[in-house]
């Protein structure tokens, strides 16, 4: 199978390989060879000769997902050492922020060599993917050494399952060599039972994503202080937001700004190395773009210009950042893309709106909306007015970020019930010496 599965590769790489070109000589391209060795499957070896967790999140999102089990395994299993991989380059940079002093290193490319010469190198005694992320050699490299993978706050798109269903039924099983299945919802727990996974390796844990939420608000005074916005004005803050979006944020910004002429904009794309096609929309729309990086290398602390955008080109200040805000709009949302996490803001109470698209995060929008904790806009028409309607009325406003708050608070717990899963792996290896194997 390992054969065939890497023939396919070859195959597809052949048929592909001038559009991956195309994405790699640019300038801005380049970040898609960072890592590359490890990628390959050359990461350093693991020094250390206690039992290993390797804990797998693709990217920024899964990796915060990831904090509140890091830290529950540590204090329930401290004789296993945890490593870390991801796959994008974003998730590195807050991984290794995140996580000092643990070994942080790319997911190896699902040749099957490339996949063994890492086992061989982490050796690890459990794997945990956050979310799903499958890929059949590596979970056939895991399944022959006798290492169980864990999925963790997992959760399976109709999409998937389709994708899933054919792959089962035509030619292999990779995902039924994972060991467990902790799910966020019941939605994605029968779809793992029609994919033919035993009741019993399944658990409705809910998602981790509200435990590593703080509930604490960042101190927003001193923020913005910091970023230079006036403690009168208000502040309507774009986070995540992708290509299209800072567009409609600054239509609806100046056509705000008439009525409210003290309004701030702050724009966080999602990908900083959007900055300067950004930068030019906000020129374009007759504005002032102050970049952050320019601030904190300058030291300013200066106000920052009348009607001046400031547009964040750093990584890993957003979740700060939202304390500054007024009223907060999450991207990935008006464009068909399937949603930014929306629970950041909310957590700390901001009122925030977003757009239509949010297959990714369904789950905790249909409990936020079920609350009247978060509003959703049909698209760009209706942006404006949703923004209207909150800086209008503070109080209203401030009334949904609460119960925003409140829902998400009676969503915790997912974390304890994950480890508690992960708990009785252990347990059960502990009796016979050896980690439980399926039969596939």
Not at 184 to 191: H, I, K, L, M, P
Not at 265 to 278: A, G, M, Q, S
Not at 321 to 336: C, D, T
Request: proline residues 7%; hydrophobic residues 40%; contains cysteine.
């Amino acid at each position: 199978m390992r054969s065939i599965v890497d023939f396919a590769y070859y195959g597809a790489l052949w048929l592909i390989w001038p559009y991956l070109l195309a994405r790699v000589l640019p300038a801005r391209g380049r970040r898609h060879l960072a890592g590359m060795r490890e990628r390959l499957g050359a990461c350093a070896p693991r020094p250390g000769s206690r039992p290993c967790i390797w804990i797998h999140g693709v990217s920024v999102g899964e990796i915060r997902a990831a904090a509140p089990l890091v830290a529950a395994l540590e204090r329930a299993h401290p004789e296993f050492e945890v490593v870390l991989s991801t796959t994008t380059g974003t998730g590195q940079e807050v991984a290794k922020k995140s996580f000092p002093g643990k070994q942080v290193f790319f997911w190896p490319f699902d040749f099957s060599w490339a996949v063994r010469r890492v086992f061989e190198r982490v050796r690890p005694d459990l794997v945990i993917l956050v979310e799903l992320e499958i890929w059949p050699n590596f979970l056939g490299e895991a399944f022959r050494r006798r290492v169980p993978v864990v999925l963790a706050n997992g959760r399976i798109s109709e999409k998937s399952f389709r994708g899933y269903k054919l792959v089962r039924s035509w030619l292999f099983d990779p995902i039924g060599r994972l060991a467990r299945f902790c799910v966020q919802t019941d939605v994605y727990a029968d779809r793992f039972r029609r994919l033919g996974i035993p009741d019993e390796l399944i658990e409705v844990t809910g998602s981790v994503k509200y435990d590593q939420l703080s509930l604490k608000e960042t101190d927003g005074p001193a923020v913005r202080r910091e970023v230079g916005v006036g403690e009168d004005e208000v502040v309507l803050l774009g986070g995540s937001t992708h290509p299209g979006e800072e567009r409609a944020l600054l239509r609806a910004y100046v056509g705000l700004r008439a009525r409210l002429p003290g309004l701030r904009l702050i724009l966080v794309p999602r990908h900083t190395e959007r900055t300067p096609d950004v930068q030019r929309e906000i020129v374009e729309a007759g504005a002032t773009a102050v970049l952050r990086t320019e601030r904190l290398k300058s030291g300013a602390t200066a106000p920052l210009p009348p009607g001046a955008v400031l547009l964040v080109d750093t990584i890993g200040e957003l979740g700060r950042l939202y304390g500054a805000a007024n009223v907060v709009f999450v991207g990935g949302s008006l464009i068909p893309h399937g949603g930014q996490n929306i629970l950041e803001p909310v957590a700390i109470g901001k009122p925030t709106v977003f757009g239509p698209s949010y297959e990714n995060f369904k789950e905790p929008v249909d409990r936020l909306l079920a609350a009247g904790g978060a509003r959703m806009v049909g698209g760009e028409p209706e942006l404006e007015r949703a923004l209207a309607d909150l800086l209008a009325d503070p109080t209203a406003a401030k009334a949904m970020g609460e119960r925003g708050r409140q829902a998400i608070l009676t969503a915790r717990g997912a974390t304890d019930r994950t480890i508690r899963v992960i708990s009785g792996l252990v347990a059960e290896r502990s009796q016979s010496g050896r980690w439980p194997r399926r039969r596939v």
